[in-house]
């Protein structure tokens, strides 16, 4: 037994062919873990970023939100015409007719019109 133990230890030829295949492997291996993995980490401080411009812009929405609320008031726009001296005053709603959207004919009929090599000047 101890003689095998003091003996050189050499690599057979087919142990160093499986080495020069499986270094290069495993390193490529390695290379393209940490290109995935950088890639990765771009992609979420890309989503980081988008979501930081949407709650900027939520809260940009939602002051304009308040400020047409209060712009599209009855006060504030009778207030604004009279400012402004416009010559717009409010109608009574008795004066308002209101007219249907659709005509008597039907709701798939369309209004004919002339066609233009029919009509003479």
Do not use: C, Y
């Not at 390193?27 to 900027?56: P, T, Y």
């Amino acid at each position: 037994m101890n003689k095998h133990r003091n003996k050189d230890r050499r690599f057979s030829v087919v142990e160093m062919v499986l080495l020069g295949f499986a270094a290069p492997a495993l390193m490529g291996g390695s290379f393209m873990h940490i290109w995935l993995k950088n890639s990765q980490v771009e992609v979420v401080k890309d989503i980081r970023k988008a979501e930081q411009r949407i709650s900027e812009h939520e809260g940009s929405i939602n002051s304009l939100e308040a400020k047409f609320a209060q712009i599209t008031t009855w006060d504030f726009i009778i207030e604004g015409l009279a400012r402004e001296q416009s010559q717009l005053v409010l109608t009574p709603a008795s004066s308002i007719k209101k007219i249907p959207p659709f005509s008597s004919r039907g709701m798939n009929e369309t209004p004919r019109t002339p066609d233009l090599a029919q009509v003479r000047p």
